[in-house]
T-cell receptor
């Protein structure tokens, strides 16, 4: 069974440009999460999509946005790129519809997309 | 807001020594998860703890959930070089899974 796949693996942009990152969850998973991991830092929660809806977002400016498609794949868009947006962007999927229940599903992470902003 | 503290930030041990990382929350948790991220890799789920005082073992790894469900620990017995990486706890807050800052483990052979 294929795991979570992300593309592109690497992306180089310049300040002010826009970046689009893509994620395909594990088949049967309806929830997709996006995290930002800057070099040497932990995982910062960005966005959570479930059943095509944005369910929650982290403390990031509005230029970070995304969507989830009917096939549950997802896209993360970052507009007006800044140098500090350089990071590894990790996508994860889970079988259950989000968190909060005693049986919260584990997150399955993709390999990530490394964005470099020059 | 939710406070999650994970300590230590970094630990360098001799192969064969034990290692422990701690995760503390400012609020009572419904559950806690642990992940491992190898250098250059992505986080991989290790375990989820749900019950107060729960202890679970995976070979040399022992996971514990505090009685008050506000803290958790991961203990590795007799570390091996394959244990290197960053260990994260993750807890639910406000309908999102929040990760601790992680503990980086380095093992000297």
């Amino acid at each position: 069974e294929a795991g979570v796949t992300q593309s592109p693996t690497h992306l180089i942009k310049t300040r002010g440009q826009q970046a689009t990152l893509r994620c395909s969850p594990i088949s049967g998973h309806t929830s997709v999460y996006w995290y930002q991991q800057a070099l040497g830092l932990g995982l910062q929660f960005l966005l959570w999509y479930d059943e095509g809806e944005e369910r929650n977002r982290g403390n990031f400016p509005p230029r970070f946005s995304g969507r989830q498609f009917p096939n549950y794949s997802s896209e993360l868009n970052v507009n007006a790129l800044e140098l500090e947006d350089s990071a590894l962007y990790l996508c994860a999927s889970s079988e259950f519809g989000g968190t909060g229940a005693p049986n919260t599903g584990e997150l399955f992470f993709g390999e990530g997309s490394r964005l470099t902003v020059l | 807001g939710q406070q999650v503290m994970q300590i230590p930030q970094y630990q360098h041990v001799q192969e064969g020594e034990d290692f422990t990382t701690y995760c503390n929350s400012s609020t009572t948790l419904s559950n806690i998860q642990w992940y491992k991220q190898r250098p250059g890799g992505h986080p991989v789920f290790l375990i989820q703890l749900v019950k107060s005082g729960e202890v679970k073992k995976q070979k040399r790894l022992t996971f514990q959930f505090g009685e008050a469900k506000k803290n958790s620990s991961l203990h590795i017995t007799a570390t091996q070089t394959t244990d290197v990486g960053t260990y994260f706890c993750a807890l639910e807050y406000g309908n999102k899974l929040v990760f601790g800052a992680g503990t980086i483990l380095r093992v000297k052979s």
